[in-house]
């Protein structure tokens, strides 16, 4: 079999021209095995039908193994030439002819050095997609942040407007009275706790 890859056919046939001979190669070969096969039940059947034969079954199958590796031999000679013809001169795409996908090359053909130019443009602009991208989940990550304060400062007006309304209908008319009031309420209770803490150790001396 060619060792050359032939990497331009293999586009244009869907396969490497290798594979395909090879495949014939597996059909041939299995096609003069079921021949033999065939031949071989032929012979015995007739031998079968024939009275006082000598032959065994057994001579039979040693006479056809060895016909069939001559064969296999001969093929094998005329295959290799043919496979040669077949690589050079029916799936080898000539050097001068371009796939309808590379006509583009032949209308805006570039040297070398363009070439490397286009690659490493192409390795810039894919470092900056990276770096966008990159710059696209800290973006989002830090809008889930805002939505998070946000949340919270959504609950801390509802509190205050609470406190708020609570302060209303203890006749206090805005926030800063009911803070006022909140923080006199928050004494009081404070100076009862204290009364009661002194009142029990004193009962508890006593």
Avoid at 29 to 38: G, I, K, N, R, S
Avoid at 40 to 46: A, F, R, T
Avoid at 64 to 69: A, H, M, N, S
Avoid at 159 to 183: C, I, Y
């Amino acid at each position: 079999m060619s060792v050359d890859p032939m990497a331009y056919e293999a586009q244009f046939f869907g396969f490497t021209p290798q594979t395909c001979m090879l495949r014939i190669y597996i059909a041939f070969q299995d096609y003069l095995f079921e021949v033999m096969q065939a031949v071989e039940q032929v012979i015995l059947k007739k031998l079968a039908d024939t009275p006082g034969c000598e032959i065994s079954p057994v001579q039979i199958r040693k006479c056809t193994e060895k016909f069939l590796g001559f064969m296999k031999g001969r093929f094998d000679n005329l295959f290799g030439r043919m496979e040669q013809l077949c690589l050079q001169l029916v799936l080898r795409i000539p050097p001068h002819v371009l796939l309808p996908e590379d006509k583009p090359q032949e209308m805006h053909p570039c040297t070398e050095e363009e070439f490397q130019l286009l690659q490493e443009e192409i390795e810039q602009l894919q470092e900056r997609y990276k770096t966008e991208v990159g710059a696209k989940q800290a973006l989002l990550a830090e809008l889930e942040e805002q939505k998070i304060v946000q949340a919270k400062l959504k609950q801390t007006l509802a509190f205050f407007d609470e406190l708020d309304n609570a302060g209303r209908d203890q006749g206090t008319s805005d926030f800063r009275e009911s803070l006022a009031f909140l923080v006199q309420n928050s004494r009081k209770l404070q100076t009862m706790r204290d009364t009661v803490e002194r009142e029990s150790k004193r009962m508890k001396i006593s």
